[in-house]
């Protein structure tokens, strides 16, 4: 019996290491990903927060929502960068360039 537990214990240990390396590689979701994510929590929250008496799960919901949104804004603002970038690098040599179709207003 002694053995079958240290067996099992060692099993376990094993399979929580594997998944702890595993698990931040294999959870990287698409832009569109977190939208939708993004959409569902916030749908969630209005639901619980308007039909549930204890308000908690629908507080925990909107703030997981606002978690997920910040994400999906960092996501575009990344995409935005490395075009901003691609354009800069290679623009000029097709002759046209990120700022044609992206301008910045000239009040700031």
Not at 39 to 57: D, I
Not at 80 to 93: I, T
Request: glycine share 10%; net charge positive.
């Amino acid at each position: 019996m002694l053995r079958a537990s240290r067996y099992t214990a060692a099993a376990l240990a094993g399979l929580i290491g594997f998944g702890s390396v595993v698990a931040p590689v294999a959870a990287q979701a698409s832009e569109e990903g977190k939208r939708n994510t993004t959409y569902a929590l916030g749908a969630a929250a209005a639901a619980l927060l308007l039909t549930q008496k204890n308000k908690l799960p629908g507080a925990l919901a909107a703030g997981g929502a606002i978690y997920a949104y910040s994400q999906y804004q960092n996501d575009i603002n990344k995409r935005h960068k490395r075009e901003r970038a691609a354009a800069y690098r290679y623009g000029y040599r097709r002759g046209a360039s990120y700022t044609r179709y992206h301008r910045r207003s000239a009040h700031r």
